[in-house]
């Protein structure tokens, strides 16, 4: 591929997200992702496109170059940043060792143009949990402890990889260090993942947990993690 190819990558990729703009679609997620002065999204502008429809498209770029990637990862739109992401998993998982670690970098790198839940929560755990499954995990740590509130649910989320491999320690050890976080979206990230710790890897585990810090955890973070408790164990925790 030539240098007048690899450029146009991005730009092809981004003529075909523009046909299937929808700027009512658009303002309906820009409210739901709270793009509004002072909310978590400020700023962020939608070209109200269904991720199904952006998974789609990004089939036909997975070859993107790394300057490509780049150029949409930083792009003010939204579905542009989700597509950059995509391709980023995608090359992960067919990537040798070093690309792997390349992909990795180019991640943790970016940060603050993965500024959603979504793309979060898409993307954490098919890099940045896999890539740090059988290393030290010294990093999680690091991210769990950022003044980024997307760094910390990176943290969280990235350990839905160990958890879908049966290992529950990594999670339960963020979710410690992430109790008294202030922010509503971490404490529905570490529930959902404590949650997700009774039903793939240990209950009696979750229990343990819970019966240490549910006292202590914001209530948010206790229903999630106890969603799918029967009546009457969910009381009891509830009343924690």
């Known amino acids: 591929m030539n240098r007048t190819e690899k450029k146009s990558r991005s ?13 009512e679609k658009a303002k309906i997620l820009s409210g739901f992702f709270k793009t509004g002065p ?66 990795f970098s180019l991640y943790l790198g970016n940060t603050d143009y993965i ?15 896999e890539y740090l499954f059988e290393k030290k995990k010294a990093l999680l ?16 989320l990235s350990t839905f990889y160990f958890i879908r491999q049966g290992q529950s320690l990594q999670t339960l050890r963020i979710a410690k260090i992430l109790l008294n976080d202030s922010h509503d979206l971490i404490h529905k990230a570490v529930g959902w993942m404590l949650r997700e710790v009774g039903k793939q890897c240990s209950l009696e585990g979750l229990c ?10 914001p209530r948010t973070m206790l229903r999630y993690a106890i969603e799918r408790f029967p009546d009457d164990l969910r009381a009891r925790y509830m009343k924690k």
């Open 11 to 23: 730009a092809a990729l981004r003529s075909e997200l523009r046909l299937l703009k929808d700027p």
């Open 38 to 103: 002072g909310e978590y999204g400020e700023g962020d502008r939608f070209l109200g496109i269904r991720v199904p429809d952006v998974r789609r498209i990004v089939k036909n770029h997975r070859k993107a170059s790394i300057k490509d990637i780049l150029e949409l990862l930083h792009s003010k739109y939204h579905e542009e940043r989700l597509a950059a992401l995509l391709i980023m998993v995608d090359q992960y998982k067919s990537g040798n060792a070093a690309q792997k670690s390349e992909i």
């Open 115 to 129: 500024n959603s839940w979504d793309l979060v929560d898409l993307t954490a755990p098919h890099i940045v949990g």
């Open 141 to 156: 740590t690091k991210l769990a402890r950022s003044a980024n509130i997307w760094e910390r649910r990176i943290a969280i």
């Open 208 to 217: 343990l947990f819970l019966d240490r810090y549910a006292s202590v955890m």
